[in-house]
């Protein structure tokens, strides 16, 4: 049987060499693309996934998984690996070519609707071709299954046994928190970081990010960076992994914060077992853990006194006139200042569980059809004043924001907030384990948070799912009382409380 | 019939759009690529590059151009299509896939051992290797047939219908007459062309080539330029073509040169008809013709006095310092410069068909089996003191310089000079058309140069063969008299016979 499953590796590395040869296509249509190139590339990354998913969805992969699934000499890695790929498999047979394809045309349209619907700030061009697409979404979570809520079905594509009963009690323990909090600081004078705003030249910025990318570990003979229109992380292998951040010459925290955050993804990419290339054990366990690893360097450690006490004063000697008279307790008080405000991408570390909420209820409630797409406008409205204080103005600044619905990405928001509460996890975790850790990230050393990492989640790929993944590196599944009690401490005492 | 076409159509334009990715990845690869990516990047473009090739070579692609062939509803662009995707068909299945494998395994190796070679200076490593492939490539002669000289069948790889016979004559017109040239310029004093070896700051001259490419029209909207260690041009569709250029600070001439040559590349590629995508019509004609359209750039108009007339004076306020006291026409002097030397990229526009003379003769002789490869330093040395009356030094100077046998190209440095040969007949046919053209390109506008072969050239993809393009175009087969007088009135002007 050791053939078999050399067969079973050749097969899918080959389906993964075609799958990042689509990726390379789209990293390139993001950062270098000519405008006129723009056709030809979509229908070029079209025909690599379809190829690729005609391969991997082949009777004959079929037939070889399931007699690997019989094979009792297999290691237990091998026999994850294929355990994870049969049930790839079979989900992947659960979704006919005809569905996949109303699908794609259905995203199709609602995705260029969405645009126009956002240029022209008129909800109505957007609200029939997404309910379509909603149709198409539901209809979806039928033929995947789920045991409770439709809704379930479709978070865990994103993370595997997320739903909606877990998801609601983490929400309801971390949202009356955090609007505790949230009222408290409100009655603390407000922290003035207009520094942050004035014109930091572009080329120093970039050198700036790059110094952080090198700082916390991101390896660049394994990857690079390069400027695109909205940040992002992806990879070829373990041994090409690409992050892409933007530069606002008004505003230093953009490209600091987005180098960070995609960085953080990265190391988790650079981290996966290379011997596992094209197999589930070289994957990333989940969005939501993908996600922890972003937020644990963005915020927990990224927006973190000890490690802006070791970077401000080289940051201060590149920007000696913005930045003087600047403290770094200034500095730490300034990147972290919490307020309420209408766009999830540019929201304080605090407010951002409202807006990822807020998306999540709507989106249960599209999916179960309680509601219907053109209810949203209303409802985002409503959720926004009750939850944040704030009045949306229009909808291109409310329900209108974000690319995802338009995608047919439903199930994914929750990942970012359940990411962030496993960041906070993992971080006291890592603290605990560590009483030296604010001391060595002071002092410039991050190395014994990356040596936890490289122990603790990176190597694992998909072997665990994100809850044993996080009960082995914890002790314990998910809780939202570290990341409350994180935010508490650390807001607190940012607005002295 | 016509849904017949349709599929047709669809299947070739699949093909090529994993035959675009695969061109894409090889981009990034000589681009962007970080170093630890290479080995993965190396199977990814196999995979892509296999898959394509298996459908190509599939019976049903066989069986569906068969079925056309024989339909006479075609119109005439259709059936040229088919006729054309049916000669390679057939030719692609001369060679079984056990066949196609062994070549890739021995270029593999001799690719290695020429790497080893050329490093340590050392030809007996590449020796056996290179041997081996050349047993191969005349089994692959054999097996893709041939009239008379095996070699024949290796140069129709590059140039349809490009034989020993036709090779010959040329050369035995144009090398006589060369070289009464070449001693009458050698009784000349010699050129100083010193200025050119200066600091040229490396963004200065980036700034530079990319006017050059604007101003021969490539459209930056369906392209683009980087930076990569050997200059290539590249395309993924005839709106997105893209060039790359090397900076050598210490010489102006490498990136300006460069930029004009892949400039030439680009535009033909740029003026292929975009609705024939993946089809033989939207592809170009041969290397040949594609020789001819870069050195037309670089050499007929690119290192001419009134291109030189227009640029001079934008260049010599970009390094004011460098090109101090140089007038217009000691720089048209200056890079025009004939020289015999060891370097067959760094080599004049006169010597260089020296060099591929050589390298042509050399290949015949191996091909027919007259020679073995363990005879090539030897004879290498022996012509280059012959026809260039230079001693070479080594073999790393000498014989181990270009790539191209490494990779197997055996046929394929000819249509470097007959490409010079067509440069030279079309831009006569182009002068003799517009007697205007000397002033117009003086006063920066090649608006003309670019219409004609826009209607000559670009939109004929492989409608026609070389030689039918040319005796469309210039009303006559290919002559080198036309490049024998381009260069005797050129250089017999500017050394002052």
Known sequence: MKDQYEN???????????????????????????????????????????TAHRLFTDEKTGALLEELIKDNQLNHRQRKNVELSFQDYKKNKKLDSTFVRKMSDAVNKSFHAWIKSRKENDFSIFQQPLQDLIILKRQEADYLGFDKHPYDALMNEYDKGLTVESTD??????????????????????????????????????KFGIELLKHIHFDFEAGRQDISEHPFTTNFNSQDVR???????????????????????????????????????????????????????????????????????????IFPKQLEGISVVDFY????????????????????????????????????????????????????????????PDDKNGCLQDVHWSHGSFGYFATYSIGSLYAAQLW?????????????????????????????IYPHGRYFTSEELCKNATGETLHAKYFIEYAQQKFKNIYGI
């Not at 971390?174 to 942050?196: M, R, V």
């Not at 030249?201 to 970039?206: E, F, P, S, V």
């Not at 995609?262 to 197999?279: D, I, T, V």
């Not at 209820?361 to 509601?371: A, F, H």
Request: charged share 20%.
């Open 8 to 50: 079973y590796e050749a097969l899918f590395q080959e389906i993964a060499d075609i799958k990042y040869a689509a990726a390379v296509l789209q990293w390139d249509q993001e950062t270098y693309l000519p405008p006129k190139g723009n056709d030809m590339r979509g229908r070029q990354i079209s025909t690599l996934t379809e």
């Open 169 to 206: 009690r983490l929400f309801a323990e971390l949202i009356p928190s955090l609007s505790i909090l949230l009222d408290a600081l409100n009655q603390q004078p407000q922290i003035n970081n207009q520094f942050l705003h004035q014109h930091f030249d572009k080329n120093l910025q970039w």
């Open 243 to 317: 992050v892409t951040t933007r530069i606002d010459e008004n505003n230093l925290a953009n490209m600091t914060w987005s180098c960070i955050h995609e960085g953080g993804h990265a190391l988790y990419e650079q981290g996966l077992p290379a011997n596992e290339y094209g197999l589930p054990l070289g994957e990333y366990c989940s969005l939501s853990i993908h996600e922890s690893q972003s937020r644990l360097w963005e915020n927990c450690i990224g927006r973190s006194l000890p490690f802006w006490k070791f970077h401000f004063p080289s940051l201060q000697q």
């Open 333 to 392: 008080r300034g990147i972290n200042k919490v307020i309420p405000s209408l766009i999830r991408t540019e929201a304080d570390e605090l407010t951002y569980h409202f807006h990822v909420m807020i998306r999540y209820e709507i989106e249960k409630k599209l999916i179960e059809g309680s509601i219907n797409s053109k209810d949203i406008p209303a409802i985002w409205n409503e959720y926004y004043e009750k939850f944040l204080g704030i009045k949306v």
């Open 428 to 456: 006291n975790t890592i603290s605990k384990t560590n009483h030296q850790i604010d001391a060595e990230i002071a002092s410039g050393n991050i190395h014994s948070v990356f040596q936890w990492l490289q122990k603790e």
